[in-house]
């Protein structure tokens, strides 16, 4: 009876298992599998591209492409400035939230939820517009207070690209945030008010360390989704092509290769290799965090 109800209970999670399967493992295999080989001409380039098996090429290769290791060094430095900013404005907000009453906090989280719930090649899109000096009002008001910016100029496009991830990114890492914060046993805040904390004293010493676990979340997640920007760059690069060029990501580069330079076993070991590395870095930065919260 036993066996047979945890047969039944198994098999609720069978398709989870298949599409866990078919939709990760399987092509994590086959980019595998395509990275160990390469398109070779024969003779003098007249008798067509012939496959070839050449085990680990792809990868040496990919390891000391400067376009490919410069990308990701470029992608991480901005990393480095855009997550945890994004990230104390989510928290700020999730303590604003806190302090509210119910109702109250309700109706603030929707609307600062609505952003996430833009897609976001359509938020790309709002705001390439609004930098826009021809047809956005951001160059204009700039002009009245004496601002001569260029949202696409160098030394401005990640900071556009940042603004777009942060107000993108704020309202549904604020919701993770906020959620943990509900957890907190609210007779510690009564405690502390009696023995005369301010509420600054309460979310630094109370409510900020119970929701580290939830920061490390966000924080992952958020490493995760940067390494694998894409979207964003590629539409700014419909306007300054001069700045973004097609190497100006690890993802751009990798559909470059894959369909453009028409070098799909080059494409996926480069796949792999980002897929590594962003592993790498998500345990470490577990690894590192979680000593925190534990």
Same mark, same amino acid.
């Given at each position: ?5 945890? &047969? ?7 398709? =989870? ?18 990275? %160990? ?6 003779? %003098?380039?007249?008798?067509?591209? /012939? ?12 390891? /000391?492409?400067?376009? =490919? ?5 470029? #992608? #991480? ?5 855009? @997550?945890? =900013?994004?990230? %104390?404005?989510?928290? #700020? ?33 709002? &705001? @390439?517009?609004?930098? $826009? ?7 204009? *008001? ?6 001569? &910016? ?13 603004? !777009?991830?942060? &107000? ?10 906020? $959620?943990?914060?509900?957890? #907190?046993?609210?007779? %510690? ?8 904390? $301010?509420?600054?004293? *309460?979310?630094?010493? @109370? ?12 924080? !992952? ?14 539409? =700014?690069?419909?306007? /300054?092509?001069? /700045? ?8 751009? *580069? ?18 792999? !290799? ?7 870095? $998500? ?12």
């Amino acid at each position: 009876m036993v066996r047979s109800q945890r &047969w039944k209970g198994a098999a609720f999670t069978v398709p =989870f298992q298949l599409g866990f399967v078919f939709i990760y493992l399987v092509p994590i295999g086959y980019a595998v599998y395509e990275s %160990l080989f390469q398109e070779k001409q024969s003779g %003098l380039g007249l008798g067509g591209a /012939t496959r070839e098996f050449t085990g680990l090429d792809n990868y040496q290769l990919g390891l /000391t492409d400067s376009a =490919f290791m410069g990308s990701i060094l470029r #992608v #991480v430095l901005f990393a480095c400035v855009q @997550i945890p =900013f994004m990230l %104390l404005v989510s928290l #700020v907000l999730a303590l604003f939230l806190d302090a509210l009453t119910s109702k109250a906090a309700n109706r603030f989280r929707i609307v600062l939820l609505i952003p996430y719930m833009i897609p976001g090649v359509v938020a790309a899109i709002v &705001w @390439i517009n609004l930098y $826009s000096p021809e047809v956005g009002p951001l160059t204009p *008001i700039g002009d009245l207070f004496g601002f001569d &910016w260029n949202f696409f100029s160098p030394s401005m496009v990640w900071p556009s690209i940042g603004n !777009l991830l942060t &107000w993108h990114g704020i309202g549904y890492n604020m919701v993770i945030i906020y $959620s943990a914060l509900q957890g #907190v046993p609210r007779e %510690l805040f009564e405690a502390a008010r009696l023995d005369g904390a $301010s509420e600054a004293r *309460i979310a630094l010493s @109370i409510k900020i360390p119970f929701v580290r676990g939830a920061l490390v979340l966000t924080g !992952l997640l958020s490493i995760i989704q940067m390494l694998q920007i894409f979207n964003e760059p590629a539409l =700014f690069r419909n306007i /300054t092509p001069e /700045t973004v060029d097609d190497s100006f990501t690890p993802i751009m *580069i990798i559909y470059n290769q894959a369909f453009n330079a028409g070098n799909y076993h080059y494409a996926a070991a480069l796949s792999v !290799l980002l897929a590594l590395i962003l592993g790498v870095s $998500s345990f470490l930065f577990y690894r590192l965090t979680a000593k925190e919260v534990d």
